[in-house]
């Protein structure tokens, strides 16, 4: 008999069990035998049977810390059923309970998020894979327009995207090399995309809907403050629940009208900070013009940051491993400088802003960002730029491997230390890279990717060449 048939039938007969265990309880509408039962939660049911059981087959023959990760990605979905069945026995909570409620599913998501971290293995496309992927199960936290996050729908779609970055990298590595790595890399898109994308456009396209007859979701207990409110973004999840931004200085200016109120109180003349712009001032004339990006000193007023739709801005170590830089707009002055070889740094939707990294880190991400600077010192594996727009990239010491993928603008400065790095680029345009000259205070030659190719067939096969590009 098919497997996946014979599944089905014990999962059905489990119901039944549960059901009847229900009644002989005298249990109210509301108990988890009602639940079970729900459409819902038996089209949940399937999913998992379908789709989940095809990827931990594929597992399954492989082994090893796949199947380690696997596990966890079961036990993640097996959580997020459990949380669905409370959805309809429950209340909609407090922002408080929300935190309790989504408790379980965040220490597992963070039990993925612990295998990818420390030395890299063999496998830390499948690890990463897996532990990104998990984010999409944050949909179920989706309280209206104003929780910060996108629609369930969107933000199953979302994570995925960031996951799929990596599961490319397998199919493209163990496509002539093992047929069961390409099977779980392809299972694993499908349980997300089409799988859980359909099941919550089927029967949760505006989020969950709770039970205003239920009963309500106990808060956590009282202790030292911490996130208060639900808010995920797309990015990795190490602080998927947390709400409050967390800043690298303890003292901040005040912003806004309090800013402008308080210099027109001081009673200066409104243009006493203003410089006069000399002609050795003007750029036309200056001689240290390099294009190097600059990390921007600190002033005295800072643009208030504008808050994305993504989430609130933040700028905080997670677990001691991963430093987040998030939704950050019109910062010209974060800075990194308490950072070690054994810690990652990952940038997600920064708008205008610029980030200096100030000592040895063992990866740098880029996603999803727009007209941002990075400046850095040393990085140990990759600096990896994704799906960004007019981004620019110092190396200022030695970088082994720079990644560019699907991004449209991107400046690339490296220093002597850093010019045997190896540059990969694919679905990218516009991608320049600036090396120092041949005397110490000569310009900065520029150099342009190559974003076209030319195929001719010979001998039997074809023979691809970059196009050039001259200055004309």
Not at 163 to 179: G, S, W
Not at 445 to 460: C, N, S, W
């Amino acid at each position: 008999m098919d497997e996946k048939l014979i599944q089905r039938l014990e999962s059905a007969v489990t119901r039944l069990e549960v059901v009847t265990a229900g009644f002989r309880g005298g249990g109210s509408p509301e108990t988890g035998a009602e639940a079970a039962l729900d459409p819902a939660i038996v089209a949940f049911d399937d999913l998992m049977a379908e789709f989940v059981a095809r990827v931990s087959a594929a597992a399954g023959k492989i082994g090893g810390k796949v199947l380690e990760a696997t596990k966890i990605l079961e036990e993640a979905f097996s959580v997020q059923k459990e949380l669905l069945v409370k959805v309809k026995q429950s209340q909609k909570p407090d922002p408080a309970g929300m935190a309790e409620f989504l408790k379980p599913l965040h220490e597992v998501i963070m039990k993925a998020n612990a295998l990818t971290e420390g030395r890299r293995s063999d496998f830390f496309n499948h690890l990463k894979t897996a532990a990104d992927s998990l984010t999409a199960l944050a949909w179920i936290a989706y309280t209206g327009k104003d929780c910060g996050m996108s629609l369930p729908i969107a933000h199953v779609e979302e994570s995925w995207q960031m996951a799929e970055f990596y599961n490319n990298k397998i199919l493209v590595e163990y496509k002539t090399k093992d047929p069961n790595h390409v099977e779980w890399a392809k299972a694993l898109k499908e349980l997300y995309v089409p799988g859980l994308r359909d099941y919550v456009k089927r029967f949760y396209p505006l989020g969950p809907v709770w039970n205003p007859t239920g009963k309500t979701t106990a808060s956590a207990p009282p202790k030292a403050p911490g996130p208060s409110a639900p808010a995920p973004p797309p990015p990795p999840p190490a602080s998927l629940f947390s709400s409050e931004p967390s800043q690298a200085s303890s003292s901040r200016p005040k912003e806004g009208m309090a800013a402008v109120f308080q210099e027109i109180n001081s009673g200066k003349p409104a243009t006493s900070g203003l410089r006069k712009v000399t002609d050795d001032m003007k750029t036309k004339n200056r001689a240290d013009r390099s294009g190097v990006v600059g990390a921007g000193q600190k002033e005295g007023r800072v643009s208030s940051p504008s808050f994305s739709k993504a989430g609130p801005p933040k700028l905080e170590l997670q677990m001691g491993r991963k430093w987040v830089v998030e939704n950050q707009i019109g910062r010209k002055n974060l800075v990194i400088d308490d950072c070690d070889a054994k810690q990652s740094v990952y940038v997600y939707g920064c708008k205008d802003s610029v980030l200096k990294i100030q000592g040895k880190v063992n990866n740098i991400t880029i996603d999803k960002c727009t007209k941002m600077g990075i400046v850095f010192a040393d990085v140990v594996a990759a600096c990896e730029v994704v799906n960004c727009n007019s981004v620019e990239v110092q190396c200022q010491g030695s970088a082994p491997t720079i990644s560019v993928d699907n991004t449209a603008g991107c400046q690339l400065y490296l220093g002597k230390d850093a010019l045997e790095a190896s540059i990969t680029t694919a679905k990218s345009s516009e991608i320049n890279v600036l090396v120092p000259g041949a005397e110490p205070d000569g310009d900065w030659g520029e150099h342009a990717l190559p974003q076209q190719y030319i195929h001719v067939f010979k001998d039997g096969q074809f023979v691809t060449t970059p196009v050039s590009h001259s200055g004309g």
